[in-house]
């Protein structure tokens, strides 16, 4: 399985972006992919996540409301449209795959992870 993602930049607050991951090889519908970032100096954190199967979602409380996850199934991507921007959604912005019928949250439960994309907000 690889993930790419892409779609970060320098955006001033109240501004949006919206971010794609393109996933391959994937061979189940039985897996979820999350959003998480990294601050620096920071741990990296989940975002929001969904799964393949159904559509369900997850959101960080931080990110409740401004920022929403969603999949196009037959193009094999996600997105996170992020809306409202902040300076303290300053991150490299990584996505992720993990098997299961869950969406998991831990940065060390995922199985598989894409290169990150730089968002930068300024003020």
């Known amino acids: 399985v690889q993930l790419q993602a892409s779609g970060g930049g320098l955006v001033q607050a109240g501004g949006s972006l919206r971010l794609s991951c393109v996933v391959s090889g994937r061979t189940s519908s039985n897996a979820a992919t999350g959003w998480f970032r990294q601050a620096p100096g920071k741990e990296r954190v989940f975002v929001a996540g969904i799964r393949w199967s159904g559509g369900n979602t997850g959101y960080a409380d931080s990110v409740k409301g401004r920022f929403t996850i969603s999949k196009d199934s037959a193009k094999n991507t996600v997105y996170l449209q992020m809306n409202s921007l902040k300076p303290e959604d300053t991150a490299v912005y990584y996505c992720?795959?993990?098997?299961?019928?869950?969406?998991?949250?831990?940065?060390?439960?995922?199985?598989?992870w894409g290169q990150g994309t730089l968002v930068t907000v300024s003020s």
């Open positions: 992720a795959l993990r098997w299961g019928s869950t969406i998991y949250t831990a940065a060390q439960q995922q199985n598989y």
